[in-house]
């Protein structure tokens, strides 16, 4: 079992830069796939960026050259940094930890954190 706590988010005008973290208690946070996702209002829920166990990322073309996602295994925290942020990056971000067993897989979900782009 994961648990996941999201923080970070807040009001930024355009332009600006947010980093938010997501903060995992339980054990083996390392083995896990980690990844931010966002949905708008009215919208389905969309990957923004993901970081594999190993290290490799992957991103949304909305979002390429503008966010990184990382990871501190020994934080058990992952990060997505923010910049060049546009209004239509409004939206609530989740945290998402994903493992991929031989029987089955096993996807946990943070609250989510708002993130608001205005001026």
């Known amino acids: 079992q994961v648990q996941l706590v999201e923080s970070g988010g807040g009001l930024v005008q355009p332009g600006g830069s947010l980093r938010l973290s997501c903060a995992a208690s339980g054990r083996f946070f390392s083995i896990y796939a980690m990844a931010w996702y966002r949905q708008a209002p009215g919208k389905q829920r969309e990957l923004v960026a993901a970081?594999?166990?190993?290290?490799?990322?992957n991103y949304a073309d909305f979002v390429q050259g503008r966010f990184t996602i990382s990871r501190d295994n020994a934080k058990n925290t992952v990060y997505l940094q923010m910049n060049s942020l546009k209004p239509e990056d409004t939206a609530v971000y989740f945290c998402?930890?994903?493992?991929?067993?031989?029987?089955?897989?096993?996807?946990?979900w943070g609250q989510g954190t708002q993130v608001t782009v205005s001026s």
């Open positions: 970081i594999t166990s190993g290290g490799s990322t």
């Open positions: 998402n930890a994903r493992y991929v067993g031989t029987i089955q897989q096993y996807d946990y």
